[in-house]
């Protein structure tokens, strides 16, 4: 071998790129994983496909007359919804369906709101949004296939707490949010980036539990 090319392979070899051991891939993947988050928050936040993303996440029915009003526990908002539409003559009664400590917190609620207590029937069985349908159609006097509900909760979860009362066998769904989350002078306007910021962590979160209860034959 002439000397030249002793020295071209050489050269080659210091320039060539050393192979990643195992931290060295792991740390490539974290750091491309960290781009693609980025990325894709940017997108969210300052690009209409926020907007679309959320919509997604939201189903909410026309306002209907009920026989059952049923608060899903989780935000006291829901709370605070139900005891208006009690008000408005949506229906008469008011299921709280929650956790045990969670149930009391919003049965106190409705009453601070004018709710009657002998209008406040109490799940406290329920922990997850699979729970609801289930515990509440063990009340006595609930037929969900004849009774009509309309459900409340979180604006985002809407769509995923439909699902799974219709999955269980629900007939009459009406799906109701607190309305000054999307309608009203109340409510953040569409398309202002301040409002995809604030709802990101619970669109991501709705989304992800979207993915983990159909994995899980829930949905």
Known sequence: MSNAQQ???????????PRRGPIGRLWWCVQWTANLVVAAVAV???????????????????PAQADYIVA????????????????AGVAPIVIVTSTGEGA????????????PADAIRTDPNAGRTCDHPRTVAALPG????TDRFCIVTSVLHTSRARACF??????????????????????????AWGHRVQRL??????????????LRGWL
Do not use: C
């Open 7 to 17: 020295a071209s392979g050489e050269a080659g070899e210091r320039t060539r790129r």
């Open 72 to 87: 899903l526990g989780g935000s006291h908002d829901a709370a605070v919804e139900a005891a208006a539409l009690h008000a």
């Open 166 to 191: 219709a999955r269980a066998g629900y007939n009459h769904i009406i799906m109701a949010a607190p309305r000054w989350q999307f309608a009203g002078p109340l409510a953040p306007p569409e398309g």
């Open 201 to 214: 962590p619970a669109a991501i979160y709705e989304t992800a539990a979207w993915a983990y209860y159909r």
């Open 44 to 62: 969210w936040v300052f690009t209409p496909a926020g907007d679309g993303g959320a919509r997604k996440l939201v189903h909410l029915d026309p």
């Open 104 to 115: 009391a917190a919003f049965v106190g609620i409705l009453t601070a709101y004018g709710v």
């Open 142 to 145: 609930v037929d969900k296939q």
